[in-house]
């Protein structure tokens, strides 16, 4: 079993306020679980308005389809055009 994570760091440039910034992260994270089917969720910077750092798992059979998925998942984010990608990071995991 093969476990991959990312982390993207977000930087939202539209926002300002709180909730706007709730507004566009509710939007990806809907439409990345739409695309993906996978677990995403905001794991930090909750009460800063024009940053977020969002982290999502996969898991597969193969590791590089693990990361595969992964980079797909941040081209996705980034080609959405609703946030900067500021940062990202994978992680694979052999169980």
């Known amino acids: 079993m093969v476990v991959g994570v990312g982390i993207v760091d977000l ?9 706007s910034k709730r507004h566009v992260v509710k939007s990806i994270l809907g439409r990345v679980r739409a695309k993906f089917d ?6 930090d910077d909750h009460d800063k308005w024009q940053k977020c750092r969002l982290g999502f798992a996969v898991v597969s059979n193969d590791g590089t389809h693990a990361h595969q998925m992964l980079e797909s998942i941040i ?15 994978i992680e694979i995991v052999h169980y």
């Open 11 to 19: 930087m939202i440039h539209s926002s300002g306020s709180l909730k």
């Open 38 to 43: 996978l677990s995403i969720a905001e794991v």
């Open 75 to 89: 081209n996705y984010v980034e080609n959405l055009s609703l946030a900067e990608v500021v940062d990202s990071n």
